[in-house]
Each structure stands twice: as C-alpha cells, then as structure tokens.
Antibody
Framework: QVQLQESGPGLEKPSQTLSLTCTVSGGSISSGSYYWNWIRQPAGKGLEWIGRIHTSGNTNYNPSLTGRVTISVDTSKNHFSLKMTSVTAADTAVYYC????????????WGQGTLVTVSA | QSALTQPHSVSGSPGQSVTISCTGAGRDVGDYNYVSWYQQHPGKAPKLLIYDVSKRPSGVPDRFSGSKSGNTASLTISGLQADDETDYYCSSYTGSFVLFGGGTKLTVL
C-alpha cells in the first residue's frame, strides 16, 4: 500500500524559495500511470490545488500560481518535489502531497501534510 | 478562476439525510463530469469520498452519494452518524487544473 510523506523546512523567509519533497513508499513513483499532486491549506481556510506531475513527466499548475511553481520528480529517490519562488506570508499553509489515478481529482492517497510558515 | 461555491454550513440529526451543494460559474462543474468530494476531519488530510460525480472509491460507505444537475453538484449523506460531523470539500476538473470549493461544515445535531 503506497504511502506519502511530505518533508521540508517548516519556516521560510519572505522572498525566498520554498522547497518541499514528497517521499513515496510502498511503490515506485515511476511505475503505472499516476498523477502526483500538491495541495495546500492555510490555517482555518479551504483547500487550494497547486499543481501536479504525471508519471510521463507532464505537468499542470494552478493558473493563479503559474510562474512561481515548479513540480519535478526524482525517480532515483522515489520522490517528487515542489518549488515555489518569491514566497510571502500568504503562502503560509499546510502543504499536502497526494496521488491520483485520474487527472480529474486531487488524489485518493494523501500524505499527512507539513506546515510551512513564511515569516522574517 | 474563483472557487466553487459551497454553503458555509449544513446540519442534520442522526439518522437523517443531508445534502451539500457545490456550484460552479465557469468551465468547471457544468462542463465536465469530474466532480469530487472530500471529507476532512480536524488536523487530518482530506479523504476522497466521491469522484467523477457519483463514483465511490473502495471502502467508502454507500451512505455517501453524489449527483450533478447543470452547474451544481451535490453530496448526499444518508443515515447521519456523529462521526460525519466535520468539513466537506468539492472539487471540479476544469480541463487543465483542479478547482476546489470553499468547504462546508456539517453539524450533526
């Protein structure tokens, strides 16, 4: 049974680049046909889909974040990553990674989430 | 593109049924049969309840059902239980990305 685990610095300074990793266990990230997603949730607020990468390497991003976000896969480490540039306090949120079997949903397997705070 | 519109809160008594709506305004709910519903307990990751409007992943009770009419999708929970009291989110595929609703808090009276 595949499991996902987010990791990264819990604190980032404004204007810096946020980097998060989602490690996949219980299966290979490069096998099958899956979408590997990033979603975030500010405290007390709703969910926001950030973007995804398919097993094929194709990516899609939320238009509201296009230009700031890059999602990539490292098959040798069996993980995928999120990079978000020029962060501000508005990017403070719990960040989730998730796997979906179709491109039409955010995911049916989720990580537990990791809190990222943007503050000087 | 703005978030899908969900009621801020709904409520029902144990054993009853409740319905949560999710309304789109653009190239989303009305244009695609790709609405999903998630349940999220406090401090936990969301759990997929419904995908492709009305399909249930393995292990999700049939008390949870989904439907769609025009640009509004609905999640119906029948036989309400105390553990159903939490937050629910809808999402829709837009042709290129996934758009979420603002979330609905369900209170079991």
């Amino acid at each position: 049974q595949v499991q996902l685990q987010e990791s990264g610095p819990g604190l980032e300074k404004p204007s810096q680049t946020l980097s998060l990793t989602c490690t996949v266990s219980g299966g290979s990230i490069s096998s099958g046909s899956y979408y590997w997603n990033w979603i975030r949730q500010p405290a007390g607020k709703g969910l926001e889909w950030i973007g995804r990468i398919h097993t094929s390497g194709n990516t899609n991003y939320n238009p509201s974040l296009t230009g700031r976000v890059t999602i990539s896969v490292d098959t040798s480490k069996n993980h995928f990553s999120l990079k978000m540039t020029s962060v501000t306090a508005a990017d403070t949120a719990v960040y989730y990674c998730a796997r979906s079997t179709t491109g039409t949903t955010a995911g049916n397997v989720w990580g537990q989430g990791t809190l990222v705070t943007v503050s000087a | 593109q703005s978030a899908l519109t969900q009621p801020h809160s709904v409520s029902g008594s144990p054993g009853q049924s409740v319905t949560i709506s999710c309304t789109g305004a653009g190239r989303d709910v009305g244009d695609y049969n790709y609405v999903s519903w998630y349940q999220q307990h406090p401090g936990k990751a969301p759990k997929l309840l419904i995908y492709d409007v009305s399909k249930r992943p393995s292990g999700v009770p049939d008390r949870f059902s989904g439907s769609k009419s025009g640009n509004t999708a609905s999640l119906t929970i029948s036989g309400l239980q105390a553990d159903d009291e939490t937050d629910y989110y809808c999402s829709s595929y837009t042709g290129s990305f996934v758009l979420f609703g603002g979330g609905t808090k369900l209170t079991v009276l």
